[in-house]
């Protein structure tokens, strides 16, 4: 399991994942700096991405679309804002309309994605914050399922 | 692994299980879910002072259930657990998105079989 840690900042709402992978810095780069293994890494599995157009430099941008099971599709997209071959790249990950114009009334995510030498192999860091609130609800509408229940919400069942 | 998250997870549960611990905390809190209330209103339904009163509700902040906001020389407190679900929820729903990104790269870099050369 190369997931190594995890946290998250509520106040920030910020997620940081840090994995560690055997291969080195320079493969898990490629990975994202080929679309055509971009697309196998991206999305749920039972949405598999098709990655249309694709420029990992400072200002590019990489867009995509994932089909569902009833053939539905969701569009997106990465504004790319730092790239630092092998090393890092900085970009704002946003839902899109089929012609890949940015839903503006859905929220966009940074990422920062850093890959550094360990032991041979890489640590690579994910950071993934969310700048407002505003959306919030529309995203959990969309995409939350049951069953990743916080404590929350026993709060609510002892306050209420 | 992920021992870091438990624990600030358990920390952030045990800060709110020790400000609910207090009935008068409880009952701050009942009204300040239901709407925003100053200080001072609230301090008139108890039989304690405003600055005891004041007191749970700097407990009841620390711990991130309620907010508070300045409005002129009210200080205006509101219930935030809604607001601290979604962000939880949204934050476990990236965490898993991102865990299965991790793990389809492992996969893939493991069919590849890298060639060491």
């Not at chain 1, 090393?87 to 550094?116: I, K």
């Not at chain 2, 709110?16 to 409880?26: E, I, K």
């Not at chain 2, 008139?44 to 259930?65: D, N």
């Not at chain 2, 508070?68 to 979604?86: I, K, M, Y």
Request: charged share 25%; hydrophobic share 35%.
């Amino acid at each position: 399991m190369p997931v190594t840690d995890i946290t998250h900042d509520l106040e920030t709402l910020t997620l940081t994942i840090t994995a560690h992978f055997t291969a080195p810095v320079e493969r898990i780069w490629q990975v994202y700096a080929d679309p055509r293994q971009l697309e196998q890494v991206w999305g749920p599995p039972e949405y598999p991405a098709t990655v249309v157009d694709h420029s990992l430099t400072p200002g590019g941008r990489v867009t995509y679309f994932m089909t569902g099971p009833e053939g539905d599709r969701f569009y997106g997209y990465w504004n790319v804002l730092d790239v630092d071959a092998p090393h890092s790249f900085t970009y704002e990950d946003g839902f899109a309309h089929e012609d890949f114009s940015p839903h503006t009334e859905l929220p966009v995510s940074r990422c920062v994605s850093t890959f550094t030498p360990q032991g041979g192999g890489t640590r690579a860091v994910y950071v993934t914050s969310y700048t407002n609130r505003e959306g919030l609800q529309t995203v959990l509408d969309m995409e939350v399922e049951e069953g990743s229940r916080s404590s929350i919400d026993q709060i609510d069942a002892l306050v209420l | 692994m992920q021992d870091d998250t438990l624990s600030r997870d358990e920390d952030r549960a045990d800060a709110w299980f020790r400000a609910l611990a207090d009935s008068t905390r409880r009952d701050i809190l009942r009204r300040v879910l239901r709407h925003e209330e100053s200080v001072s209103s609230l301090a008139r339904h108890y039989s304690m002072s405003l600055t005891a009163v004041q007191k749970h509700v700097v407990v009841l902040e620390r711990s991130g259930l309620i907010t508070r906001r300045r409005s002129g020389r009210e200080s205006l407190a509101r219930g935030d657990a809604g607001n601290l679900r979604s962000a939880s929820e949204l934050l476990t729903e990236l965490e898993s998105g991102g865990r299965d990104h991790i793990a389809r790269i492992d996969e893939l870099l493991d069919e590849a079989h890298d060639p060491k050369e």
